[in-house]
């Protein structure tokens, strides 16, 4: 463990923020080399990166004698639909030069981030199994099932070790998320607290999986270090704390902040959202890793209130 070198790309994002210290509280402060677009505030080695950049990244892979990859830079759902071009460019082409660096200098692990945003019209929305028709509706959600398809293909034909997690909504207070079709789960603890009012872009009950920050990172670090004949697949895993709609969500927040209001107003992120999956079946998780998720949405509720 002591010769792990870990590079992060997309440091700067909502779960990079906080992946970043809790692999340094783990491997430590410099073995966890941080990279972002833009200059970040960071307690540890620090690079700036355009993850489309090849040369700057195989640069940095043989300066820091990196021996494991964790590719969290991308463009969400929403905004995605913005720059189709550029979504595809950093969320798959990035990550496809990755696989085969990790090849040829070779990597120990490769960590990618997957999403529900690959489920479709065509996928089970209740209890979404592991398995199924997967026709994404944004460019986000086909080049995160495009990069899990990869994975699984070098995983087979190079033998290298790729992990991935399919993300529900993350909830957090540490940093607001950018472009992606859950962050109202989000934007509405920071309006409750500033405001006392949120305006959801989402019909009151549109049902959605989410999942809070504390799991998020026990669920990464939990695949990253199991064995790796507990993993069965170089696909996604399945991944989910709980499911809310906006009315729920607001309710629970009233149980703290009783004057706390909402209306709604439904935009172009609500045709996505119908599109996913109100459930999820994590079952693989749990047997092949045991994954176990500690929060519910009353406890994350109470944590994110007290936390802001």
Partial sequence: MSNTVILITGAGGQIGTELVDALRAEYGRDKVIATD????????????????????????????????????????????????NLTWKINFQAYHNILALAVSSGIDKVFFPSTIGIYGTTTPKIETPQNASFVPSTV???????????????????????????????????????????????????????????????????????????????????????DRKQISTSM??????????????????????????????PDARQSIADSWSDTIDDSLARKDWGWQPQYNMSQMTADMLKNL
């Fill in 236 to 265: 996604g895993y399945n991944l989910t704390g709980f499911s809310l709609t906006p009315r729920e969500l607001h309710e629970e927040i009233q149980k703290h902040l009783p004057e706390m209001t909402i209306d709604y107003a």
């Fill in 140 to 226: 986000y959600g086909i080049s995160k099932l495009t990069g899990e398809m990869w994975g699984e293909y070098y995983r087979k034909r190079f033998d290298l070790d790729v992990r991935s997690l399919r993300y529900p909504g993350v909830i957090s207070y540490k940093v607001l998320p950018e472009g992606g079709t859950t962050d109202f789960a989000v934007e509405i603890f920071f309006a409750a607290k500033k405001k006392g009012h949120y305006t959801s872009y989402l019909k009151q009950d549109t049902r959605l999986p989410m999942i809070y920050m504390p799991d998020v990172i026990n669920a990464t670090l939990g695949l990253m270090n199991a």
């Fill in 37 to 84: 677009l833009l200059p970040l505030d960071t307690d540890g080695p620090f690079e700036q990166l355009d993850v489309t950049n090849l040369e700057r990244l195989s640069d940095l892979i043989q300066q820091y004698k990196v021996t494991q990859i964790y590719h969290l830079a991308a463009l969400l759902s929403s905004s995605g639909e913005k720059n189709i």
